[in-house]
């Protein structure tokens, strides 16, 4: 019976199993051996407000962050906060540091499982994505991932704001779905109005149409009807 026991000498000579990181597979036994770019979702005590958090890892260090958050006052400054404090910290020091908000808390635990178990953005992206990725996905003048949509069982579905900006107008086909809306870039209409643009003329350039509004039978303000 003996003879038929497998002895294995050693076993910790194995080491952890390796993970995927930016295109290659890593053996991770300490905080530098971490890189990575992902996301956390992370939500408050009360569960009243959340928080996005991404961060962009290199060698164990948080070069980078985007932090965005829905729910109180506080919150909004709480982000402020985490946004000086998240940047030279190792995942470690992140993750054991007050970053004021619960929401912002619970999200820095979330995206800290992701990396260290390699589920991340980049796992299979060679050399992992650049500093300013975070920033992408808020380029061509968006403010923010941030979509704000109310229905009712009288008047249906009202969009009032998405990434591409503020909601002015929908349209609706004949059967009162919605197949597109106007939109105004709050962004680029900054960005005219520094440009020395009137009101009038930096309003109409940043005002822009999605899907296939301009065939719609019916197009009005979500807001009022």
């Known amino acids: 019976m003996q003879n038929n026991i497998l002895k294995i000498k050693n076993l910790d000579s194995f080491g952890?199993?390796?993970?995927?990181?930016?295109g290659e597979w890593i053996s991770v036994r300490n905080i530098e051996d971490i890189s990575g770019f992902s996301h956390g979702i992370g939500s408050c005590a009360p569960q009243q407000g959340a928080c996005k958090l991404t961060i962009n890892v290199k060698n164990g260090i948080i070069k980078e962050a985007l932090i965005e958050v829905l729910g109180c006052s506080g919150m909004t400054h709480s982000a402020a906060m985490a946004?000086?404090?998240?940047?030279?910290?190792?995942?470690?020091?992140?993750?054991?540091t007050?970053?004021?908000?619960?929401?912002?808390?619970?999200a820095m635990k979330k995206v800290f499982l992701?990396?260290?178990?390699?589920?991340?953005?980049?796992?299979?992206s060679c050399g992992g994505l650049k500093i300013g990725a975070g920033l992408e996905d808020l380029g061509k003048y968006k403010m923010s991932q941030v979509g704000t949509v109310y229905s009712n069982d009288k008047t249906g579905t009202r969009y009032l704001q998405l990434a591409e900006g503020y909601i002015t107008n929908i349209g609706v086909d004949e059967n009162k779905e919605i197949i597109g809306y106007?939109?105004?870039s709050l962004g680029e209409l900054i960005l005219n109005l520094k440009?020395?643009?009137s009101n009038q003329e930096a309003l109409k350039k940043s005002t822009k149409f999605y899907g296939r509004y301009n065939e719609a039978l019916l197009k009005f303000n979500p807001r009022v009807q």
Do not use: H, M
């Open 16 to 22: 952890p199993s390796p993970i995927p990181e930016e």
């Open 83 to 96: 946004g000086e404090i998240l940047i030279g910290k190792t995942l470690l020091e992140a993750l054991n």
């Open 98 to 106: 007050d970053l004021v908000c619960d929401a912002i808390n619970d």
């Open 114 to 124: 992701q990396l260290v178990y390699g589920r991340s953005q980049s796992a299979f």
């Open 182 to 184: 106007e939109y105004i």
């Open 195 to 197: 440009n020395g643009l």
